[in-house]
């Protein structure tokens, strides 16, 4: 494995900064699962990058592409709601049950003045 310099890398890219930029974004697009340019052989994305800039396959230009966005759903609730899937009956027949138990709950009677929900003797002295 050569080692990667900033002097090849400049070659490429009008300055520091820039390199800094291009290389970013460049390792950025390969996290995401961009083929690399380059062979990979078990270097990191960081490295790899350096090496498409410095072999000159990566340039500046890269910074006028536009960002890609990727979104994750940690909730499969949500995916299930994006896809508009309808509940069939028996599902929905769960949901109304779950509705209604959960109303029952909130209407239990709340316990008298000074004891505590299912103590039977309401003075604390005795």
């Known amino acids: 494995m050569a080692r990667v310099t900033v002097e090849d890398c400049l ?3 009008d300055n520091r900064f ?14 995401v699962g961009h083929d690399p340019l380059v062979s990979r052989d078990n270097d990191k ?15 500046k230009d890269i910074l006028i592409e536009p960002v890609e966005t990727v979104t994750f759903s940690t909730d499969p609730i949500d995916d299930v709601l994006a896809e508009g899937v309808d509940l069939d009956e028996e ?4 949901a109304q049950a779950l509705a ?7 209407a239990a009677e709340p316990a008298a003045e000074g004891t505590v929900a299912g103590d039977e003797n309401p003075d604390p002295e005795n």
């Open 45 to 59: 994305d960081t490295v790899i990058a350096l090496r498409e800039i410095a072999e000159g396959k990566v340039t």
């Open 100 to 106: 209604a138990g959960a109303e029952n709950d909130d």
């Open 91 to 94: 599902a929905a027949g769960e």
């Open 11 to 13: 070659k490429h890219v």
């Open 18 to 31: 820039q390199l800094v930029l291009v290389a970013s974004k460049r390792t950025r697009q390969l996290a």
